[in-house]
């Protein structure tokens, strides 16, 4: 098993794009999580998925928005890009919650 | 409020002196704790869990609720231990609630 892997590995948008992300996630894990790490800082959450339905929202706007497919992948759309988006997206999975997380090795965004 | 705070943002040692990298917490309830780990190019990737009371690497963590913290804690370091190490809480609706992380530099 390759891990969870997301694609693409970088993206350069303009202010006012929307761009979509997408993770997936190990073999048998039901639950997918999106975090936002900004350079110098720690990872902080965006969305979590479990069985399709959203389980989890942090503190963003509704610019951004998500779902998770019946294979268990998933989608992170951010609308009206921000050059404060800017940062690597990381997505995680686990078999149920937030334990054992298991992170892919992230999208990097640069909004110009 | 849930929060994670990692006073330290670099800790420099030379190897073999021990290691402790600080992690303090605020959050009602029994909290669920974590210690990550990013090796240069590497993904992020758990390192340990406190109700797992292992020790992994030869890292420690006891959880003191007392103190409200989760220090990580080696006794001899090695050159091979330099890397990003983020502690995390697990919060309401199942996120991870991340530190600023610390920057571990072990030199030879």
Known sequence: DAGVTQSPTHLIKTRGQHVTLRCSPISGHKSVSWYQQVLGQGPQFIFQYYEKEERGRGNFPDRFSARQFPNYSSELNVNALLLGDSALYLCASSLLGPYEQYFGPGTRLTVT | ?108
């Open chain 2, 1 to 108: 409020a849930q929060r994670v705070t990692q006073p330290e943002k670099l800790l420099s040692v030379f190897k073999g002196a021990p290691v402790e990298l600080k992690c303090n917490y605020s959050y009602s309830g029994s909290p669920e704790l974590f210690w990550y780990v990013q090796y240069s190019r590497q993904r992020l990737q758990l390192l340990l869990r406190h109700i797992s009371r292992e020790s992994i690497k030869g890292f420690t963590a006891d959880l003191n609720k007392g103190e409200t913290s989760f220090h990580l804690k080696k006794p001899f370091a090695q050159e091979e231990d330099s890397a990003m190490y983020y502690c995390a809480l697990s919060g309401q609706g199942g996120k991870l609630i991340f530190g600023q992380g610390t920057e571990l530099s072990v030199k030879p």
